[in-house]
Structure formats: C-alpha cells, structure tokens
C-alpha cells in the first residue's frame, strides 16, 4: 500500500522481526472475540463484532484492553498487528508473517539501530531506589519472564522453564533476580526483546543498512517516565529521541550546552543519510563514510556514545546467538510455516 512512496527509512529500536510487533495467528482473534463477549455484543462474524464494537465510547474500550493485563502492565501491547488474508480483490497490508517468510516490498537504504539501555523501558518500573518493587519478580520468575519478555505465546509451553532457567543462568550470577539487579534486568530486557530482531531486520534486507548503537546518556532520559526508579539505568529506549527532536513538554528544562552539540551531531547524521547517497558518521560531507552492515559476524557499526562516534566492531554478537538459539519461536514455527504463513488471523 505504501510501495514507492518512501525513497529511504529509518528504524529505531524495533523491526517487524521483535515479538511483540506481529501477533502470533490466532491471539488476537482470541483477545478481540473476549472483548465483544465482554462488551455483550451478539455476533457471528467479524463485521459483527467491529459494527458493535465501534458503537462502544472510546473510555470503555480502554477500560476493556486494560482486562487483558496478566502481570503488572504485561503485556505491554495487547493488540499489535496481524497477519491479513490477502485475498487477490482486496486491498491488504500485511500478508505473510515476517517471522516466518519475511518478504521485503521496499529496496531502499535504511538506518537501523537501538540504544545501549533499551531494557529501562521496563525496568524502571520493577525496582525502586532500594528494592525489586515487585517480589514474585525473584520468586515466580517462570511465570512473570514469559510475559515480560513476550514468548509466552510463541514458545512451546514445553520449552518455557528451559528458556527461563538459561535466561536467569546467564544474566543473574546468584541464580535470582535480587534487589540489586535493576542494570542485569535492563541488559536483559533489551538483549531479549530489542537485539535479535533489529540485527535478523538488517540482514535480511537486501539493500543498503547502516546500522547504530545509541551510547549517549542525556540529562534527561525517558526513564524517568517509564516508572519510580531512581538509580541509573543508562540510554533507554527513545532516548535517542531527546537528540532528535525538540521535547519541550516532556523536558521543559531543555538540553545542556553538551546535549545540544549531541544533538546537533544526530540531526546532521540523520539529514545526511536522508538527502545524500553516500551517509557519513558525523554528518558532514566531507566525513567518513558509514560502512553497510552485512552480517553478525563480520560487520561494524556506529557507535554513537559523544560527538565523536567511533565505527567498531559489532559488540553484540554473543548477546545475538545467545537469544537466536532460544526456542524462543518454537509454537509459532510449529503453526506457521513458509507455505502457509499467511493465514487469516483478522478479527
């Protein structure tokens, strides 16, 4: 539907690859039917449920998305996208699920990249300035992980304490998430649910990707929206935004004299990219050039942590096979295979 109408793309922190971002078939279908039965509506078919539905105020329908809450605020996206049935006289969006049979409509250069502290995104709002706020964090971690983390519906219900025990084995040295856990908590989140489906993203595309790593700590940081936590939890998710855009009502002390040159440095290096063919690490034209990323192993990237970014070695390589070679994917792809991976999963 948006086929040529964009000459180049920008992606920050997520794909169509992450997990939360495409339903798995038949969750959502699950959830939306609940919600008409809910509501009292009467219905046999899709057109039924969306004809009550869309007579509901706008308050009571939140109220409703708020039902499906298993854990705190988890899931932290109820209703993401699904795959459509795409039949030949009507006008789809998305046809095949990218997990499963990714089919890129768009060969443009793209940008793609996260920040090193994605995980603060959730954990600023499970520890406090001394504690887990949330005790079964530690003690029923084999039920709360898959929620958080988003597997519990594309992973195997078999294969779940063993994706728990290796996560916990790996991030938690004493073999518990504990008071003192709030920086593991934030690398794991953001391994778990930013860089694996950013970097699979940048290699299957088959035009031009220059990747990036956020490393740049503003005075201001989203973190202080996502919950109460009041230690450092380092460059969150959209905290390369503070750098991008003017944020006034969310940060009405503006930036410092440093955060400024940050900034400016960002918007040069995003300009460049978007009105030149060849993209420099600093934005200017005269600099070096921002090499393509082609792989896990072999590439660089830029790694954006002063106004000075430096192209180095993809760091995070271990983190990438650690989370690829989870079952992480084992009830989708049981459902789902290339031949089939477009099945109607519409309300």
Same mark, same amino acid.
């Given at each position: 539907?948006?086929?040529?109408?964009?000459?180049?793309?920008?992606?920050?922190?997520?794909?169509?690859?992450?997990?939360?971002?495409?339903?798995?078939?038949?969750?959502?279908?699950?959830?939306?039917?609940?919600?008409?039965?809910?509501?009292?509506?009467?219905?046999?078919?899709?057109?039924?449920?969306?004809?009550?539905?869309?007579?509901?105020?706008?308050?009571?329908?939140?109220?409703?998305?708020?039902?499906?809450?298993? #854990?705190?605020?988890?899931?932290?996206?109820?209703?993401?996208?699904?795959?459509? =049935?795409?039949?030949?006289?009507?006008? =789809?969006?998305?046809?095949?699920?990218?997990?499963?049979?990714?089919?890129?409509?768009?060969?443009?250069?793209?940008?793609?990249?996260?920040?090193?502290?994605?995980?603060?995104?959730?954990?600023? =709002?499970?520890?406090?300035?001394?504690?887990?706020?949330?005790?079964?964090? =530690?003690?029923?971690?084999?039920?709360?992980?898959?929620?958080?983390?988003?597997?519990?519906?594309?992973?195997?219900?078999?294969?779940?304490?063993?994706?728990?025990?290796?996560?916990?084995?790996?991030?938690?040295?004493?073999?518990?998430?504990?008071?003192?856990?709030?920086?593991?908590?934030?690398?794991?989140?953001?391994?778990?649910?930013?860089?694996?489906?950013?970097?699979?993203?940048?290699?299957?595309?088959?035009?031009?990707?220059?990747?990036?790593?956020?490393?740049?700590?503003?005075?201001?940081?989203?973190?202080?929206?996502?919950?109460?936590?009041?230690?450092?939890?380092?460059?969150?998710?959209?905290?390369?935004?503070?750098?991008?855009?003017?944020?006034?009502?969310?940060?009405?002390?503006?930036?410092?004299?440093?955060?400024?040159?940050?900034?400016?440095?960002?918007?040069?290096? #995003?300009?460049?990219?978007?009105?030149?063919?060849?993209?420099?690490?600093?934005?200017?034209?005269?600099?070096?050039? #921002?090499?393509?990323?082609?792989?896990?192993?072999?590439?660089?990237?830029?790694?954006?942590?002063?106004?000075?970014?430096?192209?180095?070695?993809?760091?995070?390589?271990?983190?990438?096979?650690? #989370?690829?070679?989870?079952?992480?994917?084992?009830?989708?792809?049981?459902?789902?295979?290339?031949?089939?991976?477009?099945?109607?999963?519409?309300?």
């Amino acid at each position: 539907m948006s086929k040529g109408l964009f000459h180049k793309a920008i992606l920050q922190s997520g794909s169509p690859m992450c997990r939360w971002a495409v339903s798995p078939p038949g969750l959502i279908r699950q959830r939306t039917e609940a919600v008409a039965t809910i509501a009292g509506c009467h219905f046999n078919t899709s057109v039924e449920i969306l004809s009550c539905l869309k007579q509901l105020p706008a308050n009571y329908i939140v109220e409703l998305h708020n039902k499906f809450i298993e #854990w705190v605020n988890h899931p932290c996206i109820i209703f993401p996208p699904v795959v459509e =049935s795409c039949d030949l006289n009507q006008e =789809s969006f998305l046809c095949n699920h990218p997990f499963t049979d990714f089919k890129q409509e768009s060969f443009v250069p793209t940008i793609i990249g996260l920040n090193s502290g994605e995980g603060g995104v959730f954990a600023a =709002s499970l520890f406090n300035e001394n504690s887990l706020q949330y005790p079964e964090l =530690s003690t029923d971690s084999n039920r709360v992980l898959p929620i958080i983390l988003m597997y519990k519906h594309t992973s195997l219900p078999e294969h779940i304490d063993e994706i728990n025990n290796q996560i916990i084995e790996k991030y938690f040295p004493s073999g518990k998430i504990e008071n003192d856990s709030h920086l593991d908590a934030v690398k794991m989140i953001g391994d778990g649910t930013f860089i694996t489906c950013t970097m699979d993203m940048s290699i299957k595309l088959t035009s031009p990707v220059y990747f990036y790593l956020f490393d740049y700590e503003n005075e201001f940081s989203f973190n202080q929206f996502y919950g109460d936590c009041k230690k450092p939890l380092g460059v969150s998710h959209a905290d390369e935004l503070i750098s991008l855009f003017s944020l006034k009502e969310l940060n009405p002390k503006g930036l410092g004299d440093k955060d400024i040159e940050m900034s400016k440095l960002m918007v040069n290096i #995003w300009v460049k990219f978007a009105s030149s063919k060849i993209p420099t690490i600093d934005g200017t034209d005269n600099g070096k050039a #921002w090499p393509v990323f082609t792989s896990i192993e072999e590439s660089v990237l830029l790694h954006i942590d002063s106004v000075q970014p430096k192209v180095i070695k993809n760091p995070l390589e271990k983190e990438y096979t650690f #989370w690829s070679e989870l079952p992480l994917l084992s009830r989708l792809n049981k459902f789902i295979s290339p031949m089939n991976s477009n099945i109607k999963d519409e309300f």
